[in-house]
């Protein structure tokens, strides 16, 4: 038996006080001997999977006590048996589904009739789990004021360290028909109190409160942690089982919701319903929410390059435009000098065109550049100059009508640009020889642009660039996105990572044209950066270093200091700097700036690279 379920002596009084309300089986009428069927309760609905045995069927009169009330969203309650069977498998709570705001309060005592059902956030092609309900109720309140179930503790001691089952091969790899098993696997855990009351108590926080008012705690301290307070996610198997979403339950213009960064603490006591949602799954909807208690945590300035080092930096600018407050500007300009030592190259992602979404064919991104190379200059920084290729309208992903580019600033008292017959949107650049050394046919220009990994995503951005007299390749990528892929919670384990086949495709065509570079001159200088949307140990990352052509350069890290991006409490790389084998003595800095705090002017931390050709 878990000990942290609610199954002990102290649930006698509750029962008690059920039973006089009419609230559980052995009501006055039931023990005067009325002939009536057994009563479906909560852990019948719930049953020992995910999938309720009744789904679908009609309930009449299940028991409960209100643990909690949302009246947003997703509108209902949560009730729970206070009288637990004896299977840790059985959920003894459930959340009943109102669609208009619920008319009961936290402690009723009630009696629901309803359609079971298994509600799937997001859709069935998310290949989220689903979450057992009962809908169209007919809800009777017996009392009020009752106490709670007592709240089941999730902590260090109890959730294991196994994340999720295998899913069953003759069910497309989904693990839905398995019998939950939660002192084994943490997945099982979790849902073995979907619906419950639990409690956490003070626990890291590994995900800064986001726009959507919710926060990323761990329960689990000690598990992969970043340098910084974050939870590392280091490989496909190291998930992260202490990670749970926290979310509140009072409305925000009733109690705003606490502002958190990462390595802050949740002190005290915070208690909820367990519920399950699209963007996160398992989430702890707080009834009573903890207090934040602040770290110490500031974005990091990384060192300034010496005078023969060349600085090559990329930052995922997230879809700037003029249309932008001059604050962002202000701040990602303030960044590039504060926190990057302006550095010689800054290869820039997600540069909108000059109106931004407004979907009327403009692809020029000239107001953009211009507006933020002013707000360098403003901070302090030095001149910059661009170079960069306007995509074909809406041909190259992001958002509709804003035309994403890849971006080189550089500093011409630094470095100078080696301009080769500037490409276009369609024309490829090539590999070829001037002087005997490997040279670009078009720079800057984009590298296969019609090759079909290309489709819908940006174009490689391909520069020649000459620091202290020696020639520098640099590749600007923006790989496609990990949309359409299933969570870590999925139904499916492991889950379907859909979009990796699209940038296993671009790493091999970018690393086939850095192979090109290599064959006209072994000893070139060769940087692919950028936004790769893949982890150092992905088979994207593979295939760019396929061959020893190129070196992903983070790996140089200590591994507590290796990402770049915080999703779901997950700190990852996503932004990468790869170097050729000529690039041999450098020294490689995620610069965490924005990934760990609520306040960002991005969600990526750029990445320097300091290096002598």
Not at 37 to 45: G, L, M, N
Not at 156 to 179: F, K, R
Not at 487 to 508: C, N
Not at 535 to 553: C, K, W
């Amino acid at each position: 038996m878990r000990s942290s379920h609610p199954r002990s002596a102290a649930v006698s009084a509750l029962v008690a006080t059920a039973l006089a309300t009419g609230l559980l089986a052995g009501t006055a009428d039931a023990a005067e001997g009325s002939a009536s069927a057994e009563p479906i309760r909560i852990h019948d609905i719930q049953g020992t999977t995910r999938i309720s045995p009744l789904n679908g069927k009609q309930v009449a009169d299940v028991a409960g006590i209100v643990t909690g009330v949302r009246t947003y969203g997703s509108r209902g309650f949560w009730m729970q048996d206070p009288d637990a069977d004896d299977n840790d498998a059985t959920s003894e709570g459930v959340f009943v589904f109102t669609s208009s705001v619920p008319t009961v309060a936290v402690g009723d005592a009630v009696k629901v009739s309803g359609l079971v059902g298994e509600y799937i956030p997001g859709g069935v092609s998310s290949g989220n789990q689903s979450v057992t309900q009962i809908s169209k109720p007919a809800v009777t309140v017996l009392s009020s004021g009752n106490a709670l179930p007592e709240a089941t503790a999730i902590n260090e001691y109890n959730v294991p360290a196994e994340y999720a089952p295998a899913g069953d091969p003759a069910a497309a790899g989904s693990i839905n028909g398995l019998t939950l098993d939660p002192s084994r696997y943490a997945l099982d855990f979790y849902e073995s109190l979907e619906g419950m009351n639990v409690k956490i108590g003070t626990s890291r926080v590994v995900g800064a409160t986001d726009p959507h008012s919710e926060l990323w705690v761990t329960v689990k301290g000690w598990e992969n942690t970043a340098k910084r307070g974050g939870t590392l996610y280091g490989s496909y198997e190291s998930q992260n089982t202490g990670r749970l979403q926290i979310q509140q339950l009072a409305p925000l213009a009733q109690q705003p919701f606490p502002v958190a960064n990462v390595g802050d603490k949740l002190t005290g006591t915070t208690e909820g319903p367990l519920d399950f949602n699209q963007f996160g799954g398992y989430t702890l909807v707080a009834r009573a929410l903890g207090t934040v208690k602040a770290g110490t945590l500031a974005p990091e300035k990384t060192k300034a390059q010496a005078a023969n080092e060349l600085a090559v930096a990329t930052y995922n600018v997230e879809n700037l435009d003029p249309s932008d407050p001059q604050e962002k500007f202000d701040n990602l300009a303030k960044a590039v000098v504060a926190n990057l030592a302006s550095p010689d190259i800054l290869a820039l992602e997600e540069i909108q065109d000059d109106n931004g979404a407004k979907n009327d064919g403009t692809v020029s991104a000239e107001q953009t550049l211009t507006k933020f190379t002013a707000a360098i200059a403003a901070a302090g920084g030095p001149a910059y100059q661009w170079r960069t290729i306007s995509p074909e309208n809406n041909k190259d992903g992001g958002e509709p009508g804003g035309n994403i580019r890849q971006v080189f600033l550089f500093n011409p008292a630094r470095v100078s640009f080696t301009d080769r017959a500037a490409g276009d949107s369609v024309t490829p650049t090539a590999v070829t020889q001037v002087d005997g050394k490997a040279a670009l046919t078009h720079s800057p220009g984009r590298i296969d642009p019609a090759n079909p990994a290309w489709a819908d995503s940006r174009k490689p951005l391909a520069g020649e660039f000459v620091f202290k007299g020696k020639t520098v390749f640099v590749i600007a990528n923006h790989f496609g996105s990990k949309g359409g892929d299933e969570g870590l919670t999925s139904v499916h384990q492991p889950p379907v990572r859909s979009s990796e086949a699209k940038r296993l495709l671009q790493a091999q065509a970018v690393n086939g044209f850095v192979k090109q570079l290599l064959a006209a001159d072994k000893n070139a200088s060769v940087l692919a950066v950028g936004d790769i949307n893949d982890f150092e140990f992905s088979a994207t990352a593979q295939a760019l270093e396929d061959g020893g052509a190129l070196y992903s350069a983070i790996k140089s890290l200590p591994k507590a200091e290796r990402y770049s991006y915080v999703y779901q409490g997950n700190a990852q790389v996503l932004d990468q700097i790869l170097t050729s084998p000529a690039i041999k003595n450098f020294t490689y800095d995620s610069v965490h700036i924005n990934a760990e705090f609520s306040a960002q002017n991005s969600d990526h931390d750029p990445q320097v690279l300091r290096f002598r050709p």
